[in-house]
Nanobody, 122 residues
Framework: QVQLVESGGGLVQPGGSLRLSCAAS????????MGWYRQAPGEQREMVAT???????NYGDSAKGRFTISRDSAKNTVYLQMNSLKPEDTAVYYC????????????????WGQGTQVTVSS
């Protein structure tokens, strides 16, 4: 019963900063990847940033140099620090966790939060 709850979204002015949080709960494998994805109206969902349980990060092109992802694995919580925000960052931001386990064969698991709205406007 994995659940992910995002928080921290809201309205911010261009050039401002915002920090998103996502708390995951339930039966989550310790070796996992958590991340943030976003979707603007009329656009495809895109990867913003991901981070593994070992600390390896990956950023989408739009996030590089402005956003920082971090996590507290003991709490299964992931954060996204967003700086120098632009109007084009306006979107619904979704939290994600995924992992694979070996039983008779490999099986993957993936869960999503409900999303939190981020609006960048003056």
């Amino acid at each position: 019963q994995v659940q992910l709850v995002e928080s921290g979204g809201g309205l911010v002015q261009p050039g401002g900063s915002l920090r998103l949080s996502c708390a995951a709960s339930g039966s989550i494998f310790s070796n996992n990847q958590m991340g943030w994805y976003r979707q603007a109206p009329g656009e495809q969902r895109e990867m913003v940033a991901t981070i593994t349980s070992s600390g390896t990060t990956n950023y989408g092109d739009s996030a590089k140099g402005r956003f920082t992802i971090s996590r507290d694995s003991a709490k299964n919580t992931v954060y996204l620090q967003m700086n120098s925000l632009k109007p084009e960052d306006t979107a619904v931001y979704y939290c994600n966790v995924r992992w694979s386990v070996m039983l008779a064969s490999a099986r993957g698991y993936e869960y999503w939060g409900q999303g939190t709205q981020v609006t960048v406007s003056s």
